[in-house]
């Protein structure tokens, strides 16, 4: 290119305008080039120290991932729960595994991996339907009404996902829906 062309340019590095002598130029001049540089060169080492430290944090589940017995602990490494979770899990017979002496439980890797394999019964919902207002009670009516405490009637409502219409300050719940449950 020649140098005598004029281009008005915006500096990547602080933001001010600029006079270029050529197209390709991206910095105003000589320090903000090396502050940009240096930028560079310091989130290049940020991301390869990131890249290093997620390999030696996968490492170990890697090695589990490799094995073909696991002890309950690898298990429970392996599945993100407590070691208590997966005795749970063996007595009640969800994990496979075989009790070779005191303190001496293996687990195959395969037992793990059939967990995932069942299909999981679905639980239908029940159906939402719409409630008018006229057709609900609010929470103090239902509390005199059964004389029930406001902590358990809110149990009650979370437990049995009870449908619940706020409007304004007040909650109303469908009274054929409490009657039923107090009833």
């Not at 270029?20 to 930028?39: E, I, L, M, N, S």
């Not at 017995?69 to 009640?92: G, P």
């Not at 719409?130 to 009516?141: F, G, H, M, R």
Request: positive net charge; aromatic residues 8%.
């Amino acid at each position: 290119m020649s140098s005598n062309i004029k281009v008005l340019r915006i500096c990547q590095h602080c933001g001010k305008e600029f006079t270029a002598r050529t197209t390709v130029t991206q910095y105003c001049g000589d320090p903000c080039a090396k502050y940009a540089y240096k930028a560079r060169e310091r989130a290049a080492k940020v991301e390869a120290s990131n890249k290093e430290t997620l390999q030696i944090k996968n490492r170990p589940i890697e090695e589990l991932k490799a094995k073909e017995f696991l002890t309950v602990r690898d298990a429970a490494k392996l599945l993100n729960c407590s070691i208590r979770s997966v005795y749970y899990y063996i007595e009640n017979g969800n994990i496979e595994a075989v009790n070779l002496g005191q303190r001496i439980t293996r687990i195959k890797r395969s037992a793990i991996d059939k967990l995932f394999d069942k299909p999981q019964p679905i639980i239908p919902q029940p159906e939402q339907r719409q409630y008018d207002i006229s057709e609900c009670y609010n929470l103090t009516e239902v509390q005199n009404k059964y004389g029930i405490s406001d902590s358990a009637l809110h149990q009650l409502i979370k437990r049995f996902s009870v449908p619940k219409i706020k409007k304004g300050w007040f909650a109303y719940v469908p009274k054929e829906v409490i009657d039923k449950l107090l009833s």
